[in-house]
């Protein structure tokens, strides 16, 4: 558990950073909707989204909240499992599964206190093409997937060499031993 630690903090922090900023959005923007930050590029506006990603499921019928909290907290407790598991060495893994676990975290939060996630980060070019709101949780979210995804690629290209590197072996030893 004491290797671990290092890991738990990334958690922590990231998780306070989230929800620390999803409270001064709420009571600095909530009030006057979006502040330009980057003239036509980058934005702080307050908005709510009681779906997931994109705000998929943002308009259904049914009630998602308490779906997407247990979700939310099933993945939580897959990705503790993991992280507890994974050893110390594998630093690139356990930052990803941290980061993960803090925006999952984060994002489940608001869903049991709320009813919805808080969003205010707001990148847009122009009036031409504007990116989802999205908050913190959700960028530890994807920084954790894609350091978990180039660590995916590393072990399967550490599979795939073995074989090659195995079957290299074998045959300088052939060639040595006929020499």
């Not at 690139?92 to 808080?118: C, Q, S, Y």
Request: glycine residues 6%; contains cysteine.
């Amino acid at each position: 558990m004491k290797e671990k630690l290092i890991y738990l903090i990334i958690t922590a922090v990231t998780l306070a950073v989230d929800q620390v900023t999803k409270a001064w959005a709420t009571a600095s923007l909530r009030p006057i909707g979006s502040v330009q930050v980057i003239e036509g590029l980058f934005s702080l506006s307050y908005a709510r989204n009681r779906g997931v990603a994109f705000s998929l499921f943002a308009d259904a019928e049914f009630e998602v909240r308490w779906i997407l909290a247990a979700i939310s907290a099933l993945a939580a407790a897959v990705v503790i499992v993991y992280l507890m598991q994974t050893a110390a060495s594998k630093v690139r893994l356990n930052t990803a599964l941290a980061l993960l676990l803090a925006g999952i975290t984060g994002n489940l939060v608001d869903r049991v206190r709320l009813g919805e996630v808080v969003d205010f980060l707001d990148f847009h070019w122009g009036h031409s093409f504007s990116w989802p709101t999205f908050n913190v949780a959700d960028t530890a979210i994807c920084i954790g997937a894609v350091l978990l995804a180039l660590e995916i690629m590393k072990e399967e290209k550490a599979v795939h060499a073995e074989p090659q590197a195995a079957g290299s072996r074998i045959e300088e030893s052939r060639m040595s031993s006929s020499e």
